[in-house]
């Protein structure tokens, strides 16, 4: 059996025409050159180069054998290349599931500090809710997503605490007179509530807020967004919980208004989902070491 190296010797003699510098290059002595080069023509049976004081030169069948050994080994010098790239992290890509809030209130941060390190690397950001977050775990469409909890995941999915925020009850300027005192739960359930769907992790919160405090919660109006939520609220149509942290500029230019509550609303995490199962690419691990440092 021919040994796969020589034809890499193979290669680099035909490339140069000279065994002198072929063995220059691969950091190898003209006489070993030599020597497996004359191996491989006995196990082939033919004379692959013509010998000169000039160099050497390929005879028909050496051109035929370096026809079919250059378009695999060129492949091969382009793969080792690439993982070089990818490795040095001037090549790859990243495609992150997330949250709205997730992407407010934590991601957005460790995004431009990635990018700003690792400009060549390209980041597909796909908006989704938990459930899509599971779900695209499972099937691969994704490396790792951020959501906000709550979650219930199974293996092969895991979860890693990143960050935890805050709700409050907020409404627009129609509400401004419930911001000057504070309110037991029950003595708001009556307003216009604006949610997202029945079938996210927010609304799955709520309805249990409302449920241990003998309380149904009901919305008046479903958006599809965490953005469309505030935006509905700044226009007057009802009241909803939104993430302390990103309600400072309206509650500033008064377009909304908090709503104390003597109830504690149980605070929430953007927890990082991974799939066990799932190998990442270098890219993917370098930024997971980034979101999962300590400040």
Known sequence: ?????????????????????AAAFLNNSQPNITRCMNI???????????????????????ETLFHYVSVGYEQILAGEEKIKREKDMKEGGITIGTSEIALHLFLLEKL?????????????????????????????????????????IR??????????????????????????????????????????????STRQLQHLFFLQHNLSFHAEMEAATTDQILLLIQHNLGVGFYPEKLTAPGIQDKSIVSIPLYESIPKRDICLLQNSSHSLSIAARTFIELLTQKN
Request: charged share 20%; aromatic share 12%.
């Open 1 to 21: 059996m021919i040994i796969l190296d020589y034809y890499r010797i193979f290669y680099y003699v035909a490339h140069y025409k000279s065994f002198t510098k």
């Open 155 to 200: 293996k092969p999915l895991t979860k890693t605490t990143l960050y935890s925020f805050q709700d409050i009850l907020i409404g627009g300027p129609k509400y401004a007179s419930l911001a000057e005192e504070t309110h037991h739960l029950s003595e708001v359930a009556h307003l216009p509530f604006i949610s997202l769907g029945k079938d996210t």
């Open 112 to 152: 431009e500090l990635f990018h700003e390190k690792y400009p060549h690397i390209h980041l597909h950001i796909m908006n989704t809710s938990a459930p899509q977050a599971i779900d695209a775990l499972l099937h691969h469409l994704v490396d790792f997503s951020l959501v906000a909890s709550p979650l219930n």
């Open 40 to 62: 491989l023509e006995n196990e082939l049976g033919c004379q692959l180069f013509i010998r000169s004081n000039r160099g050497v030169s390929l005879t028909p069948e050496g």
